[in-house]
């Protein structure tokens, strides 16, 4: 395996196979291009020319960023490739705080995957004395 790491690639393509291969679906490409352009930072993996594994950074990068969708192809994941993604975000991030040391940082980990998160220290909201985190139902799922 030969990692290759590209920083802000915005390949719509690959974000949506990425994210069908977890498992998640994928977007109307227009509404994934819009998605990549908007983000603030990226990380894409490649194993030679193939992607292997992506993670992102939305927000407004002075009060809050997200992390989010990080994704390792099933047959790449337990390879330290969603570390590696989580450790160039934290770069970024660390960046940030420079700013700004009170930057909240936040995730929405996968049912599951909370685990692999507190590994960097996340704790859930109510850990942390803030109140549960919560998410707007669309139609589709009312």
């Known amino acids: 395996m030969k990692i290759n ?12 196979f990425l994210y069908d291969s977890v ?4 977007y109307d490409e227009g509404i994934s291009k ?3 352009d908007n983000t603030f930072y990226s990380i894409s993996v490649y194993d030679d020319d193939k992607i292997i594994g992506y993670g992102r950074l939305i927000g407004d990068t002075i009060c809050f960023v997200y992390i989010q969708d990080i994704m390792v192809r099933k047959e790449y994941q337990s ?5 590696l993604i989580m450790n160039k975000l934290l ?3 660390k960046e940030l705080q420079k700013i700004n ?3 909240r940082v936040y995730s929405g980990a996968s ?3 909370e685990k692999f998160y507190e590994k960097f220290g996340f704790v859930t909201r109510i850990d942390a004395g803030l109140g549960a985190g919560m ?7 009312n």
């Open 111 to 113: 049912k599951g995957k």
């Open 23 to 26: 498992g998640w679906g994928s």
């Open 135 to 141: 998410i707007l139902k669309t139609n589709e799922e």
């Open 34 to 36: 819009i998605a990549l």
């Open 5 to 16: 790491i590209k920083e802000n690639n915005k390949n719509v393509q690959e974000f949506n």
């Open 101 to 103: 040391p009170d930057l």
């Open 79 to 83: 390879q330290k490739i969603g570390t």
């Open 91 to 93: 770069e970024k991030i």
